[in-house]
């Protein structure tokens, strides 16, 4: 059962910010928020993770509200090799149970 | 390429017969995963090994579908008796076990096994 929900999809234009936005109102103390994103018939990609500080690597940035009910992915200058679906999944670190439950994701069309 | 390698990378099978996915994790990853995607779904668990040991097996895992891991290295999904409702991607990734600084605990997935069934 996923445990986050995303908007089914959004678009932004190519050369903008792209904000993608969560909501994992339920999420656990020892939760974290992770991102991945899975281009057309590919695996899916890691792009980031956190716990409750924000977050910014190569990819993008992931600023997760103080109360960590909810999160946002952003892609600072969206290119067309960007559009993909975009999965926010909350995820236990290590122990027993720390598989991957995708949803349905959010779909990123970058347009032009 | 140090990632995740699944081989074959497409497989076209008629009805009733056995199939057999190869995955060979990044190096020293001792836990390995398996998912099932169908067009227009999220990837879905199946199984996961922690080394040879597989701990945690989906329903959707039918008694025609086993996974091995012998040595905790590379794996196996196997099908036996496909059926058109076996079509899909199967993706397989891994992770180290314990959370390092270093290494972290982030799950990498390989490029998926399409199958179709016919």
């Known amino acids: 059962d996923a445990k986050t ?12 910010a792209a ?27 890691y792009i980031i993770h956190g ?5 910014t690597n190569e990819m993008a940035s992931l600023i997760i509200t103080e109360d960590r009910k909810s999160s946002t992915l952003i892609l600072p200058h969206a290119t067309l090799r960007d559009t993909a679906v975009y999965y926010c999944i909350v995820r236990v670190e290590g122990g027993a ?8 994701g959010i779909t990123l069309s970058v347009r032009p | 390429d140090t990632g995740v390698s699944q081989d074959p990378r497409h497989k076209i099978t008629k009805r009733g017969q056995n199939v057999t996915f190869r995955c060979d994790p990044i190096s020293e990853h001792n836990r390995l995963y398996w998912y099932r995607q169908t067009l227009g779904q999220g990837p879905e668990f199946l199984t996961y090994f922690q080394n040879e040991a597989q701990l945690e097996k989906s329903r959707l895992l039918s008694d025609r579908f086993s996974a091995e891991r ?36 982030t799950i990498y997935f390989g490029e998926g096994s399409w199958l179709t069934v016919v």
């Open chain 1, 5 to 16: 929900t995303q908007p089914p999809s959004m678009d932004c234009a190519e050369g903008r």
């Open chain 1, 19 to 45: 904000n993608l936005p969560c909501n994992h109102s339920t999420i656990s103390g020892n939760e974290y928020v992770y991102w991945y994103r899975q281009i057309h018939s590919q695996g899916p990609q």
């Open chain 1, 51 to 55: 716990l409750k500080n924000n977050e």
């Open chain 1, 97 to 104: 149970n720390s598989k991957l439950t995708f949803g349905k």
């Open chain 2, 70 to 105: 012998p040595k905790g290295s590379f794996s196996t999904l196997e099908i036996q008796r496909t059926e058109q409702g076996d079509s899909a991607m199967y993706l397989c990734a891994s992770s180290p076990q314990t959370y390092t600084e270093w290494t972290g605990n």
